[in-house]
């Protein structure tokens, strides 16, 4: 029996807990990263615990969500960090050097390191056998201080590729199929490993597209063997050094087994409004389209972008159709620049926005009223892009850009003759937009704008919570439905109290009215609650409008722990069917709160309809936080100090 791969490299890093499915365990972390709109709360957040140099291999600090400068506060909030990363031992990749994932990938990533990084798409340094995980804000300041990741030990699912892709086809597709036939709750627990000889098939580039849409399963991360392409891709990178063969041993035990045969695979899209909800191209072939965008840390590589280039080259864009293109990294775009592509784009009629995540946040280029947008990003939920109306379909750069031109949705394999196209030999590798921390911080000021406001924290628990159920919510809420994201809200991302007017929005406009107005209360929710963003607004918002506790069918990880950190206690149904029982304005009773709380596992709640059970699954850590009203206050209180997180 051997191990899998994901399991060598946690075992290599294990603080404490057991390689038991299920059980806590506590990751040494190797580097972190954050980006700008979850990195302000990180790091105020690591000052407040007083965190004076980081103690990781690597942390870096990227600028790339909050773009667009519409008013003073994303330039103070980049300045911010700028001189706060430059203080505590931290890199700062400057605005426009790339989006996290595609720069981390490109410059800092080593095989069998492990990341943790405040953004859910972290996972896409997996690429290069790294154990990278996306968490809350808090858990990666934790982390930069030394401190242990603590979470539940996943099952390894081994995802075995055989064959090679047909031309048109690409690793978007791979990984829809795999969101096709998993669901968005597919890999929750689970960390997706990919083996199997199709894997030889596919470039680093290709796998990070794969990995980092593993998030949109739930899962824990994705992981890739480091082999001869992961060494072509390093050395091209100028990295050589960093590169080391990992694979998983002999007869590594998995949990579940997916054979994909990457020759049966064809062009897919994920229609409206979910990454799952995925079907062939072919099948809606023909749907008048309104917007085109490719780029994102999904699909903003150079292969990606220079496909889409070949594509276009010596076309026009339909006139219906608004093609936007965001390159995922100041490497990608000066390549293209170099090469000529970027001009067969611009020729085509492509608009050209600088390298970060641009309208996959919804910074930007927001669709019509109706309008069918497809795009090559991750996450096409309802009101995303900007515009509750539109209808965001996710593909393949080759079926966005062949759409482009026919202003219809298009399977790209009408094109003809396959584009051939590999990863080159040298990449254009300049690291002058990463500005490294200074050997002098004593003599750094930080420098904090207006619009920085304190962040919320929690009371320790109380004997008795009794609180009404301010609103009740179906399955798989996302986290841009809890706390919305966009060019009008990214920018309060260091300002809760802001933020907490647009909590919940989208499901009750309501929602933060009536919370101040009674004085907080209970959230309601469905299966897979808090899918998506990594974002810890969305457990701070709620915290600041005062809700103490989520009843709900299950979690997703990363808001689960966002949470818990914030000192709400996330319990689940005992029994589902319970949900049905509740309504708005009914009042529950949690009674010898602490007392329910240490005995852990079952939480009994009083409610009009009578008592609904609940399960806590929370170790002896999560205990001691949640009476302490979250991590803060328990670092604080020293109950056991940063050491051990
Ligand atoms: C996202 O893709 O939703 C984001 C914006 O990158 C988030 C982080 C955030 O909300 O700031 C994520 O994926 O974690
Ligand atoms: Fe940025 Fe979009 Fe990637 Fe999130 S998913 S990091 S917003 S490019």
């Known amino acids: 029996m051997g191990l899998t791969l994901t399991e060598q490299i946690i075992r290599d890093h294990l603080m404490s807990g057991e390689m038991v499915a299920g059980a806590e365990i506590g990751l040494r972390i190797d580097q972190t990263l954050t980006q700008d709109s979850t990195g302000t709360m990180a790091y105020l957040q690591l000052e407040a615990m007083g965190i004076d140099r980081v103690k990781t291999e690597r942390s870096v600090a990227y600028i790339d969500h909050n773009m667009l400068q519409a008013g003073f506060e994303n330039a103070d909030d980049h300045k911010y960090i700028q001189t706060v990363t430059h203080k505590h031992g931290i890199y700062f990749s400057r605005p426009g050097n790339g989006v996290c994932h595609q720069v981390h990938l490109e410059r800092f990533g080593i095989p069998g390191k492990t990341l943790i990084g405040s953004d859910s798409h972290t996972p896409t340094a997996g690429a290069l056998a790294m154990l990278a995980m996306g968490a809350g804000g808090l858990d990666v300041a934790v982390a930069m201080g030394g401190g242990a990741y603590c979470v539940p030990m996943p099952e390894v699912v081994n995802i075995r590729l055989t064959g090679a892709l047909s031309p048109y086809v690409s690793a978007k597709d791979v990984i829809l199929e795999v969101l096709r036939r998993l669901g968005v709750k597919g890999g929750v627990g689970r960390v997706m490993e990919y083996t199997g000889d199709g894997v030889g098939n596919l470039s680093v580039s290709e796998r990070a597209t794969i990995a980092n ?181 996710l593909v393949s750069p080759e079926t966005a850009a ?20 590999t990863e080159p030999e040298v990449f254009a590798v300049s690291d002058n937009m990463v500005i490294p921390p200074s050997d002098r911080p004593e003599t750094v000021t930080v420098v904090r704008g207006p619009n920085i406001k304190p962040f919320p924290l929690g009371e320790p628990l109380e004997e008795e919570i009794s609180k009404q159920v301010l609103i009740k919510v179906e399955d798989n809420i996302t986290t841009d439905h809890i706390m919305p994201s966009n060019a009008a809200l990214l920018p309060y991302r260091s300002n809760v109290p802001y933020l907490a007017e647009y909590c919940l929005v989208p499901c009750d406009p309501d929602f933060p009215r009536r919370a101040k107005e009674i004085g907080g209360g209970v959230i309601v929710a469905g299966e897979n609650y808090g899918q998506g963003s990594s974002r810890e607004h969305a457990a701070l918002a709620p915290l600041y409008l005062g809700v103490r506790m989520v009843v709900a069918k299950s979690f997703a990880r990363i808001h689960r722990a966002n949470l818990m950190n914030a000192g709400i206690l996330p319990l689940t149904f005992a029994d589902p069917a319970d949900y049905d029982k509740l309504a708005v304005s009914d009042t529950i009773t949690l009674e010898n709160a602490p007392a329910q709380i240490k005995s852990g596992g079952n939480v009994v709640l009083d409610s009009p309809h009578g008592q609904i059970k609940t399960k806590l699954d929370v170790s002896q850590r999560d205990i001691e936080m949640l009476l302490a009203g979250g991590k803060i206050n328990r670092i604080k209180t020293n109950l056991e100090g940063t050491k051990h997180g």
């Open 213 to 393: 849409m593993g998030a949109e399963l739930g899962a824990t991360t994705s992981m890739f063997p480091s082999d001869e392409n992961t060494r072509t891709f390093l050395e091209a990178q100028g990295r050589g050094e960093d590169y080391q063969a990992l694979a998983p041993e002999p007869g590594a035990v998995y949990a579940k087994t997916v054979e994909i045969d990457l020759r049966s695979l064809v062009p897919l899209a994920a229609a409206p409004h979910s990454p799952d909800n995925v079907a062939p191209v072919s099948e809606s072939a023909g749907l008048q389209i309104d917007q085109v965008a490719i780029g994102s840390c999904t699909n903003g590589s150079y292969l990606d972008l220079l496909r889409a280039a070949r594509i276009l080259k010596g076309k026009v864009v339909a006139p219906n159709v608004s093609l936007v293109l965001s390159p995922g990294s100041k490497q990608v775009l000066t390549m293209l620049a170099q090469n000529g592509a970027l001009a067969d784009l611009v020729a085509a009629g492509a608009r050209i926005l600088e390298a970060g995540c641009g309208p996959c946040i919804g910074m930007g280029q927001a669709p019509g009223t109706d309008a069918v947008s497809l795009r090559t990003f991750n996450r096409n939920f309802q009101g995303r892009s900007g515009t509750a109306s539109a209808k965001v379909y």
């Open 402 to 421: 062949a759409s482009a031109i026919a202003g219809v949705l298009t399977d790209p394999r009408v094109l003809g003759e396959s584009l051939d196209l």
